[in-house]
C-alpha cells in the first residue's frame, strides 16, 4: 500500500513511516504543513493519507481542511485523520463519503489493529475511535431509545467492525449482533443492510445532520 503521511512532528511522522515501512509497506511522501500535503498528494496519489488535523500554518484544523480538498479531488483515496484531537465540523461529511477513518493518537494501543485499520480504510471502510463517534453521535435524544448494549453495538459497527468482528469483541454470537443490528435501525428509523459494515455511515450522517 502506498501511504503519504501528514504531520508536523517530525519524531511522530518518522516513527510512523518506519512502523509502515517495517510492515511492508510505501511511504511515498511526506509533509509536515497543509499545503505541501497537498502537493505530495497530487504528486504521488497514493492509496491511503494519514493526516494530522492541527498543522501549520493555522495549527487548528488545517490538516481536516486539507483532508476535505483531498476527498474532493480524489473521492477513492483512503483518508485517516489521527490526532491528539476531537474535531467534528469536517468529519461528518468525510465519514458519509466512507474509506475515512478518525483515530485518536494517545488511544492506538495496539500496533496490529491500528494496522488493520489503516488497510480497511484504504479497502473503502471506516474505521472510528470510539470517542469519536461518542462525539458524533452524542445526541442523547436520538440515541435515548438505545439500550447500552445497542450503544456498544453501534460504537463497534463504527469502528468497522463486521457482526463477526462485534461478537468476538462482545463475547456474543453473530445471531445476537444480527439482532441488535436490526434493532439499533428500527429505533434510530433507518433502513439496514447487515452485510455491509458501512451501514453505519447511515446512522453517523443522519445524526450529524438533524
Known sequence: MRIVIG???????????????????EVVGRASDAESLLTVVDQTEPDLAVIDIRMPPD????GARAARRIRASYPAM??????QHLETRHSVELVSSGGFGYLLKDRVLDVDQFLEALTRVAAGGSALDPEV????????DRLSALTPRER????LMAEGCTNSGIGRRLWLNERTVETHVGS???????VSNAEDHRRVLAVLVYLGQH
Do not use: N, Q, Y
Not at 456498544?152 to 460504537?155: G, I, K, M, R
Not at 439499533?184 to 433507518?190: E, H, N, S, V
Open 7 to 25: 504531520e508536523d512532528s517530525a519524531l511522530f511522522r518518522e516513527g510512523l513511516a518506519r512502523l509502515l515501512d517495517d510492515a511492508g509497506h
Open 59 to 62: 495549527h487548528t484544523d488545517d
Open 78 to 83: 483512503g483518508i485517516v485523520l489521527l490526532s
Open 133 to 140: 463517534v461518542g462525539r458524533l453521535l452524542g445526541r442523547p
Open 152 to 155: 456498544e453495538v453501534l460504537a
Open 184 to 190: 439499533i435501525m428500527a429505533k434510530l428509523g433507518l
